[in-house]
């Protein structure tokens, strides 16, 4: 166990008086935001998804324990066989291991079983959930609100890659135990989403879809 230890909270306020233009130039900024599926093959630098991925450890997380490990992919060949096992997945999704009910909830998103973006897009980020854990003496230890630690840290990454003017698609090929094998991580990791980062290719379309307003996301009590 250890012990609690404690540290000045540095705080960084915005004066009152900013407080409501910054709100809402974020949300400006936010609201461009749009999942891609046509990726162009400009290359990103390394240095920016490194970036992005420090950003998402700066996510909370239950006891601190930090359950997450993101692999980033760049190399030709490694993309090519995640793409390969991707699709063989798909094909066996939209065949119908999916159902009539999940692909008619998929329809207007115009999704089908190919996946040139995994191999066109410069970056994959595959983003994997550490189930458990391990102590200096390599003991099995617990981790705790390991979904919702992942999903606030996968959050913060795509606002963070979004801000500095990347594209991306949070991709879910299902089952995704093919990528374990392919990235190297070790049994206890559970591939939770492939996402892909990049440039969107010159003319790219994307769905004629909105988001919900506040009327309909939230209640004030
Ligand atoms: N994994 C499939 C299907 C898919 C599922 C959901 I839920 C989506 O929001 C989008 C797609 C695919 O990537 O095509």
Redesign the pocket.
């Known amino acids: 166990m250890s012990p609690y230890v404690t540290m000045p909270l540095v705080f960084e306020g915005v004066p009152e008086a900013e407080m409501q233009g910054r709100a809402d130039a974020f949300l400006a900024r936010m609201r461009k935001r749009r999942t891609v599926r046509d990726f162009s093959d400009r290359p990103v630098p390394r240095e920016l998804i490194e970036t992005a991925v420090r950003v998402a450890g700066t996510a909370p997380s239950g006891a601190n324990q930090q359950p997450w490990s993101f692999v980033c992919i760049s190399d030709a060949q490694r993309k090519k066989l995640i793409r390969e096992g991707a699709e063989e997945e798909?094909r066996a999704?939209y065949a119908g291991r999916a159902g009539e009910e999940w692909l008619d909830a998929?329809a207007h998103?115009g999704?089908d079983d190919q996946k040139p973006f995994l191999e066109t897009a410069p970056w994959l980020i595959a983003i994997f959930a550490q189930r458990w854990g391990h102590d200096a003496e390599g003991n099995r230890i617990k981790h705790y609100y390991v979904p919702e630690s992942v999903g606030i840290a996968t959050g913060f990454l795509i606002a963070a890659l979004h801000d500095a003017g990347l594209a991306t698609l949070t991709?879910?090929?299902?089952p995704m135990n093919f990528l374990n094998e392919l990235c190297g991580r070790p049994d206890n990791e559970k591939a939770l989403i492939l996402l892909v980062v990049g440039y969107p290719k010159e003319g790219c379309l994307v769905p004629a879809i909105g988001k919900k307003p506040l009327e309909e996301i939230a209640t004030f009590l």
Do not use: I
């Open positions: 798909e999704f998929l998103l999704t991709h879910t090929p299902a």
